[in-house]
Nanobody
Framework: QVQLVESGGGLVQAGGSLRLSCAASGRTFSNEAMGWVRQAPGKEREFVAAIGWSGRITNYTDSVKGRFTISRDNAKNSVYLQMNSLKPEDTAIYYC???????????????????WGQGTQVTVSS
């Protein structure tokens, strides 16, 4: 059974930083893109960032460019999201996601991903 387990969420003041981690089990994703999607209260899921299977290609939504960095460690079957200069509007549940199509470039729509974690809450206070 495939599982994606997120960690690293929490409460932080505006301008602060958090690092989210996602560990996959049940299968390896070394040949598939992985990413992060978030959902704020009352809003639809929003694509945040994604990274290609090799780690060389990344994709970010405009609102986080320059502040968030996605990375991966295929040996650990894990993906990470370093979030700096956090803003109150970044408050959301953050979900780890994985594509099931091998060698696919990182897609920029939440609905393009096939595997999902349970999410971790990120709250940014003003």
């Amino acid at each position: 059974q495939v599982q994606l387990v997120e960690s690293g969420g929490g409460l932080v003041q505006a301008g602060g930083s958090l690092r989210l981690s996602c560990a996959a089990s049940g299968r390896t994703f070394s040949n598939e893109a992985m990413g992060w999607v978030r959902q704020a209260p009352g809003k639809e899921r929003e694509f945040v960032a994604a990274i290609g299977w090799s780690g060389r290609i990344t994709n970010y939504t405009d609102s986080v460019k320059g502040r968030f960095t996605i990375s991966r460690d295929n040996a650990k079957n894990s993906v990470y999201l370093q979030m700096n200069s956090l803003k109150p509007e970044d408050t959301a549940i953050y979900y780890c996601a994985a594509d099931r199509t091998i060698y696919q470039s990182p897609r920029a729509r939440a609905n393009d991903y096939n595997y999902w974690g349970q999410g971790t809450q990120v709250t940014v206070s003003s």
